[in-house]
């Protein structure tokens, strides 16, 4: 084997070692951490928690080697996993990274948590009556009274698997097509505020923080799922 070649081999196997040297292993906090994109941080900023700006840089000596794809990936590996670990340092479940190189990141931090209801479902905003009933559609005649009511027949029950594990028999309610053929005025759930309190009802509005969440006996937890919601005009580009 030639001087040049022994040499060249060297050089690649100090290269090879430093390389793999340089690499870092994430943090378990860190792994928690979600990244969000440039849309999705716009639905972080509505119904997250801001909690600062956050960094990563990678280790000293990566640099060394970044002329080379495989040491410019390790300097941002490295780089990312300290902007997570960072993030998860403050209480983060989310991060958006808004600038950087291969060795040195920007982000924002975000505290993204929901309030689980007791059935195991994201809590909402609520239209209700006096006992806590939700509000449902529904349909009236030219009197003015509730006409198509679902309900269970021969046995005591409000849905309709309560009725069927009881015995009964559950005569759905009047569709929203079948009250207006009638020539009924068809009333639909309240959206908001405004229409719930005009039906004499209660709006109770979705928890936004932990207090309230465990008040109405949900449990506060940290959004992983997070989800984007693109209008149908833009999606459908």
Same mark, same amino acid.
């Given at each position: 084997?030639?001087?040049?070649?022994? =040499?060249? %081999?060297? &050089?690649? %196997?100090? &290269? @090879?070692?430093?390389? &793999? @040297?340089?690499?870092?292993?994430?943090?378990?906090? *860190?792994? $928690?951490?979600?990244?969000?994109?440039?849309?999705?941080?716009?639905?972080?900023?509505? #119904?997250?928690?801001?909690?600062?700006?956050? +960094?990563?840089?990678?280790?000293?000596g990566a640099g060394l080697i970044s002329w080379w794809s495989v040491g410019r990936?390790?300097?941002?590996?490295?780089?990312?996993?300290?902007? !997570?670990?960072?993030?998860?340092?403050?209480?983060?479940?989310?991060?958006?990274?808004?600038?950087g190189d291969y060795n040195e990141l920007r982000g924002e931090a975000y505290r993204?948590?929901?309030?689980?209801t007791k059935q195991g479902t994201p809590d909402v905003d609520k239209c209700m009556?006096?006992?806590?009933?939700?509000? +449902?559609?529904?349909?009236?005649?030219? +009197? /003015?009274?509730?006409?198509?009511?679902?309900?269970?027949?021969?046995?005591?029950?409000?849905? &309709?698997?309560?009725?069927?594990? =009881?015995?009964?028999?559950?005569?759905?309610?009047?569709?929203?097509? #079948?009250?207006?053929?009638?020539?009924?005025?068809?009333?639909?759930? *309240?959206?908001?505020?405004?229409?719930?309190?005009?039906?004499?009802?209660?709006?109770?509005?979705?928890?936004?923080?932990? *207090?309230?969440?465990?008040?109405?006996? /949900?449990?506060?937890?940290?959004? $992983?799922? !997070? %989800?984007?919601?693109?209008? +149908?005009?833009? @999606?459908?580009?």
């Amino acid at each position: 084997m030639g001087h040049k070649m022994k =040499r060249g %081999l060297i &050089l690649l %196997l100090f &290269l @090879s070692f430093f390389t &793999l @040297s340089c690499a870092t292993d994430m943090s378990t906090r *860190a792994t $928690r951490v979600r990244i969000v994109n440039v849309e999705q941080v716009q639905q972080c900023e509505k #119904e997250c928690e801001f909690l600062g700006n956050v +960094k990563g840089r990678a280790f000293p000596g990566a640099g060394l080697i970044s002329w080379w794809s495989v040491g410019r990936s390790i300097a941002y590996n490295n780089a990312l996993d300290q902007l !997570l670990d960072n993030a998860a340092e403050l209480g983060a479940t989310h991060v958006f990274i808004d600038f950087g190189d291969y060795n040195e990141l920007r982000g924002e931090a975000y505290r993204c948590y929901i309030c689980i209801t007791k059935q195991g479902t994201p809590d909402v905003d609520k239209c209700m009556d006096i006992n806590g009933n939700p509000d +449902k559609a529904m349909c009236i005649d030219k +009197k /003015g009274k509730a006409v198509g009511i679902p309900y269970c027949k021969g046995a005591s029950a409000k849905t &309709l698997l309560e009725c069927v594990s =009881r015995g009964g028999k559950w005569i759905p309610g009047i569709t929203e097509s #079948e009250c207006k053929k009638k020539g009924y005025k068809w009333i639909p759930v *309240a959206k908001d505020k405004y229409e719930c309190e005009r039906k004499g009802k209660i709006w109770v509005p979705q928890a936004t923080d932990k *207090a309230t969440c465990e008040a109405k006996g /949900g449990k506060w937890v940290p959004n $992983r799922d !997070l %989800l984007l919601h693109i209008p +149908k005009s833009e @999606s459908s580009e």
